[in-house]
């Protein structure tokens, strides 16, 4: 039987040390993990997740064609290059290049993840892929939810709930789960939105971000089309992946790997 723990905020890491090894999903709906999954999608080369601010800016001074990407409380940080709309990533705008990305939330989750076994990101627009991947694992599995300014946010706790109840919907009959307190009460929550076929309608998630209290934030900011996007059920077949410091396609880093070690078979046949 495998496991699957829940964290219903970043904020409940303290030591970077408590997620080696393990497997992580990390979840910010709205709407770090869902921009980095369009950035992906529309040729980004990488993004380079960074904790603050002036970390953001430290690495961009060592980085040629890259860009300064993030917000605080929602809004694009001064001096930075795109903020956190996923409207902004573009191909035209983005593509080939290295995005620094810094954000309120979703980046402290995905940072300390550095010293994880595996991390993916997800959300509802890549919420099959996420599912899929935990199922291959057949290992225990950790989701963390960014949350909002360290505080629970109910977005992310239902996107957990429902990867779960699918999770559950799809495993054959020799895979079991046990679920810790907080994965069995958001896939309550999930239940609530979820569908004959498994998954919500985009209506319902959209109802319950306009009902959210950083739904109702990014509304009075003039992102509502945001908040469609992001409520897209499996609206993108894309699973960022967070190795070694940087987060790309899977693909990409496979291709990457398998590069690096027929250049080291080269070197050791001279």
């Known amino acids: 039987m495998h496991k699957i723990d829940v964290y219903l905020t970043q904020s409940l890491i303290n030591d970077d040390l408590f997620l080696k090894d393990k497997n992580v999903v990390v979840v910010d709906v709205l709407r770090a993990t869902t921009t980095i999954t369009v950035a992906l999608a529309n040729g980004a080369k990488e993004i380079i997740p960074a904790e603050s601010v ?73 919420l099959s892929k996420v599912v899929k991947h935990i199922k291959t694992l057949e290992e225990d599995a950790i989701i963390v939810c960014s949350g909002k300014l360290n505080n629970f946010c109910i977005e992310d706790a239902v996107c957990a709930g429902i990867i779960i109840n699918k999770l559950f919907s799809e495993v054959n009959a020799k895979t079991e789960y046990d679920l810790d307190d907080s994965a069995y009460a958001c896939l309550k929550l999930g239940n609530s939105l979820v569908t004959e076929n498994g998954l919500p309608l985009r209506e319902k998630i959209l109802e319950m971000f306009k ?22 059920i499996d609206s993108y077949s894309y699973l960022p992946v967070y190795h070694n410091g940087t987060i790309k396609l899977p693909e990409k880093i496979e291709s990457e790997t398998s590069q690096m070690s027929r250049m080291k078979k080269i070197k050791i046949s001279k």
Do not use: Q, W
């Not at 860009?67 to 940080?77: Q, S």
């Not at 001064?78 to 983005?94: A, D, H, K, Q, R």
């Not at 009902?211 to 897209?232: I, M, N, Q, R, V």
């Open 211 to 232: 009902k959210s209290e950083h739904g109702k934030y990014l509304l009075s900011l003039g992102f509502e089309e945001d908040l469609k996007l992001c409520a897209g």
């Open 54 to 126: 002036s970390t953001a800016a430290r690495i961009s001074k060592g980085l040629g064609n890259s860009l300064l990407c993030g917000e605080r409380n929602g809004t694009i940080v001064e001096g930075f290059n795109l903020g956190n709309s996923p409207y902004e990533y573009s191909g035209e705008v983005i593509k080939d290049r290295s995005l620094i990305f810094s954000t309120t939330n979703g980046t402290l989750s995905i940072t300390k993840s550095r010293l994880a076994k595996s991390c993916v990101l997800g959300g509802f627009i890549n």
